[in-house]
């Protein structure tokens, strides 16, 4: 797969934020599996992972299983081809300036199996950076919100 871009709020390629399943196969076939997720609130979200991309989707219960987050594993994706999987942490300050990203909110998350993970959210793009041995290793995304209760869909 080439160098794929990364569109924050709308997803990547063909594929965009509010798709159906239905919608997503057509684009990208069967995934290689699938997972359902439940939470203490009653919702669910169905996983779909496409190995070869290097991708999962999510699919929200509470958005009527449309496509609610896109996780990308794989260094061909990239946003703006500047931030993708490998980039160091050391670099992230000046690649979160140059595409004028708002301030992120960092948490560490080590547990025994992970002694070096860390996530970067950032709430106004909608983008989770995930670091481990300070690497990235993860980058979601999900649609922009107009406000706490109404996401802005893209076209």
């Known amino acids: ?26 684009l990208l076939d069967q995934p290689d599996e699938t997972e359902e997720m439940r939470f203490e609130d009653g919702a669910k979200a169905i996983i779909y992972y496409y190995d070869d991309l290097g991708i999962s989707l999510s699919f929200e219960s509470e958005e009527d299983y449309r496509l609610m987050e896109i996780a990308f594993e794989d260094g061909d994706f990239a946003i703006k081809d500047i931030l993708k999987i490998g980039v160091k942490k050391d670099e992230l300050p000046a690649i979160i300036k140059k595409l004028g990203l708002s301030t992120p909110e960092v948490e560490n998350l080590a547990s025994e199996g992970f002694p070096d993970r860390d996530i970067m959210s950032f709430d106004d793009e909608n983008l989770n950076i995930w670091l481990e041995d300070d690497e990235v290793v993860s980058l979601q995304i999900g649609p922009l919100w107009v406000d706490d209760d109404t996401i802005s869909w893209p076209e």
Do not use: A, C, Q, R
């Open 1 to 26: 797969m080439s160098n794929t871009e990364i569109k924050l709020g709308i997803g990547f390629s063909e594929v965009k934020f509010g798709m159906s399943e239905k919608e997503v196969v057509e």
